[in-house]
């Protein structure tokens, strides 16, 4: 697309050829007042403030949608343009209130801004007098009808951006309004309090409650889910006042969800830990930093390496991953490090590293708008991923087709064109099935599997298993419907398959993974923009902290602890003798501990009393440790247990950088002080390194310790502070003059050629019988993250959603007599937990749907602990449970 030379007062300027006055005139530093005009908006023209004078028009054109044109003079200043513009500011504050001083946007106001450069000093138009909406039922923003100028901007970012349609455009002329669907308040609307039609809006009709004006903001990264949102944390001394998106962020452009937007109460909490805690009789005591860190490394120094175990977290930074993993090999002489990815994506490491040499995440998340077909499988992606879920919904509005395939009737099914509702643990049948049609229809991709694949005869040989009889009956998807979605994926390419845990947690994710792996091989779906096999990581840094070595049989950078070569190169970097076989995984750890075993564990960041399946069985194990230490921002439950607590600073309070599920290296920034005496956590586990003796523990700033990991890494390379502060870079990056990796295996695998994998379908663990007649899976929600931890100290998000639901089909409810709301105890062959019934279609007859949110309704008490075979991930997506209705105090 070529450019157009135009002249803009005076100005000669330059501009795409399919640009508009407006954004030529803005992008060249030129300032047009307008009020309903967006970068990130289709254009609208409601607000005719961006009106302009132009040669050879006699009339005056709205800028925001007028195209520029070769040797076009425009004029944006002239007595005529202001004039019409002056007289349509004092119609819009006619109908305005006046108390400017008093409004939550004072000097933020757009409408402000305009009548102040226009010299608007009088009201000559008599005011209409209407009373206005004031609706403050959402927690966390309030709407005033009467500041709203119909601009429209939230209702356009509501359709266009988020997808929703929460807000409309109701009435005609006077009476026109924004309403949401059926007028009803903000509370009981679609809308999923994302924030950003207050972020949009130019003035007080939207606010934030109870917003505090900032002394500064600085850009850091979200420290939720795995999409890694670019933010703007707003504070004010020493206490974080607000979030706004970073518009330059190529992840979400600007974009949040619920938690990213409103979900930093937790940072300033007044249950935060502030001092060490020292268990004694029974009860914590406050200690000082060197009697409680000399205390840990007396206890931990008097333990061999198989008899102590550490955990790293998902939640800290690649530095302090690193640091954790160092410490446990160095200082502790053991391999039994893990951390939580043992539950979530140990299947995607195994099996994507087995089928390509990589267990990450092949393409980029900017490239999910230009698939031509979207596989969605084991992902409700709008809830758990949520501005990864925009995208998915705008690529289906743009035309892409969308196959969602889930037990559970979630949001994305509203949009799909094909829905597949198999039977939860069935995943390896429905691929598999897909993949025969596939074959047998010539719809697969000879010169790529010739090319670049190995193992296809054997493959091919175990899709024989599976004829659509067989997986219909496996999978309860009707044979039509899975020949459909095979049709599609195959035949509209490019096409993307994005999943997460409703594939991995599995005593057979890894099979499901390597099915994954089959389908896009099978198809050439790799490699190339807008394809691939991108698993969706569940929290912030859980990529990060896989890269940096926090595995038992993994060095950072996948670099294997058996393998001779990459043990002599760590020996000699770290000046130490180091163990040539893997330790414990985590769920190993837990069952060694409860064994007797292990005997001292140092954990941080992680909850594993309320995120590990049967959950009594590992808190048990814990309480029989000689000694346990946890590191965290609050006493978590599992901190509740410990002899030792160690407060931790937030990701608010120090310096580093994360890796998002697109393995985007990012700069997380110091925005305020440590609360109280808490620490970084690199700082902590340096200290405690020191201590012991350890070498290498010398740090003074988290970027000393990347210069470290860089050296050590291959696929960190090239990754430095200085690169990151121009933005992030994706690994491999292996120089420094290397521009980073958006789509793997572009010209081969990693290891070499991609491998099909032949498979066999195999059944979950624990199905129901007589005793137990129905099925529990698990999800995440929207408004909650994790354990809680941070999120439950949130009070909007409370309100949106604060207690533990039992979803559960009509059909169901009906049988056991339960009514929505009513108390039900769930049973399953490890123990019991009462929670609050939402009937609900959402979940298909014969199987229960809860999260793991809550401490009150601890889900993972009912969970199956038993492990896939290869990637030792417990199948937290299937066990066996029954109900009854809990009758009340009343009877």
């Known amino acids: ?71 076009m003079v425009v004029h944006t200043d002239t007595p005529r343009v202001n004039e019409v513009r002056r007289r349509t500011v004092e119609l819009l504050l006619s109908d305005h209130p006046e108390n400017c001083l008093l409004c939550a946007k004072n000097q933020r106001c757009e409408l402000q ?87 949009k809006c130019p003035t007080g009709a939207l606010t934030v409650k109870n917003f505090t004006w900032p002394d500064k903001e600085v850009k850091t990264i979200c420290p939720y889910c795995g999409v890694g949102c670019g933010i703007y944390l707003a504070a004010r001394g020493n206490s974080v006042v607000g979030v706004f998106g970073d518009p330059d962020n190529p992840v979400n452009k600007g974009s949040l969800c619920v938690k990213g937007q409103f979900g930093v109460e937790f940072i300033n909490h007044s249950d935060r830990l502030t001092s060490p805690l020292i268990s004694k009789n029974g009860s914590f005591s406050e200690a000082s930093w060197d009697e409680a860190l000399d205390l840990i490394a007396t206890k931990l120094s008097k333990y061999k390496g198989e008899e102590v175990a550490v955990i790293s977290s998902a939640k800290c930074t690649n530095e302090e991953n690193y640091l954790i993993q160092k410490f446990a090999r160095v200082v502790l002489g053991t391999h039994n490090v893990d951390h939580c990815a043992r539950l979530c994506h140990a299947s995607t490491v195994a099996g994507l590293a087995a089928s390509f040499g990589s267990g990450a995440m092949t393409n980029s998340i900017g490239e999910i708008s230009g698939a031509a077909s979207i596989l969605a499988i084991g992902t409700n992606t709008t809830e758990t991923h949520p501005v990864i879920g925009i995208k998915v919904r705008k690529a289906a509005e743009d035309g892409a087709k969308l196959i969602v395939a889930n037990p559970r009737e979630i949001d994305l099914c509203r949009i799909a064109h094909v829905r597949l509702r198999h039977r939860p643990g069935s995943d390896v049948a429905l691929l598999m099935g897909m993949m025969r049609v596939i074959f047998e229809e010539n719809l697969h991709d000879p010169t790529f599997i010739a090319e670049r694949c190995e193992n296809f005869d054997a493959f091919r040989q175990s899709l024989e298993s599976f004829d659509l009889d067989f997986v219909e009956e496996k999978t309860t998807v009707p044979r039509d419907l899975i020949v459909e979605a095979a049709r599609l994926y195959a035949t509209k390419k490019p096409a993307a398959i994005l999943y997460a845990m409703g594939i991995t947690q599995h005593t057979h994710g890894t099979d499901n993974v390597l099915a994954i792996a089959n389908l896009a091989m099978l198809t050439g779906n790799i490699g190339k923009p807008s394809t691939g096999v991108n698993p969706l990581r569940g929290q912030n840094n859980v990529q990060g902290a896989c890269d940096m070595g926090a595995l038992p049989n993994m060095y950072t950078g996948y670099q294997r602890v058996d393998d001779p070569k990459v043990r002599k190169k760590f020996e000699k970097a770290w000046g130490v003798g180091l163990n040539p076989s893997p330790g414990l995984t985590l769920t190993e750890i837990f069952e060694a501990a409860y064994e007797g075993k292990i005997k001292a564990i140092y954990l941080v960041g992680e909850n594993p009393v309320l995120s590990d399946p049967d959950a009594k069985h590992v808190e048990e194990a814990l309480r029989r440790l000689e000694f346990f230490v946890v590191q965290d921002i609050f006493l978590s439950e599992t901190a509740r247990i410990a002899h030792v607590v160690l407060p931790a600073a937030t990701f608010a309070e120090k310096d580093g950088t994360v890796t998002n599920t697109e393995r985007r290296v990012q700069r997380m920034r110091k925005v305020i002080e440590p609360i109280g005496n808490s620490q970084p956590d690199w700082w902590l586990t340096s200290q405690l390194g020191r201590r012991m003796g350890g070498k290498g523990f010398d740090f003074d700033h988290p970027s000393e310790i990347m210069e470290e990991i860089a050296g050590l890494t291959p696929s960190y390379g090239g990754i430095t502070y200085p690169r990151l502060e121009k933005g992030g870079l994706q690994w491999p990056c292996t120089s420094e003059d290397h521009p980073g990796t958006p789509i793997l295996h572009v010209e081969g695998f990693l290891r070499g050629k991609g491998r099909f994998a032949p498979l066999a379908y195999r059944p979950p663990t624990e199905l129901p019988d007589d005793e137990y007649p129905f099925m529990l899976t698990t999800e995440r929600g929207l408004y909650q993250y994790h354990t809680g931890t941070m999120t439950r100290k949130v009070a909007g998000l409370d309100v949106l959603h604060g207690e533990e639901l039992l979803e559960i089909n009509p059909e169901d409810a009906k049988t056991l007599g339960v009514a929505d709301g009513e108390k039900v105890k769930v049973t399953s062959r490890r123990g019991a937990v009462t929670v609050r019934a939402k009937v609900t279609p959402i979940s298909p007859r014969g199987v229960f749907c809860m999260s793991f949110h809550f401490a009150e309704s601890p889900t993972n008490i009912l969970t199956n602990p038993a492990l896939d075979p290869v990637a030792k991930i417990p199948e937290l997506k299937v066990c066996a449970v029954k109900a009854e209705k809990v009758a009340s105090s009343g009877q």
């Open 113 to 199: 801004k305009i009548a102040a450069y226009l010299g608007v000093d009088r009201q000559r138009f008599k005011p209409l007098n209407r009373p206005p909406l004031i609706d403050s039922s959402n927690p966390f923003f309030i709407r005033n009808s009467g500041k709203c100028i119909l601009c429209g901007k939230c209702v356009r970012v509501c359709n266009e951006i988020q997808g929703l349609g929460a807000l409309m455009l109701s009435n005609n002329g006077a009476s026109s309004k924004i309403i949401t669907a059926d007028d009803k308040p903000m509370f009981q609307s679609v809308c999923e309090s994302c924030g950003q039609c207050v972020a």
């Open 1 to 71: 697309m070529g450019n157009v030379r135009l002249f803009v007062d005076g100005i000669e300027i330059e501009a795409r050829e399919d640009a508009t006055v407006l954004e030529a005139a803005r992008d060249s530093g030129i300032y047009i007042p307008n009020l309903c005009a967006d970068p990130d908006l289709e254009p609208y023209g409601a607000c005719r403030l961006c009106i302009v004078e132009i040669d050879g028009q006699a009339d005056l054109p709205v800028s925001c949608m007028t195209p520029v044109a070769e040797g």
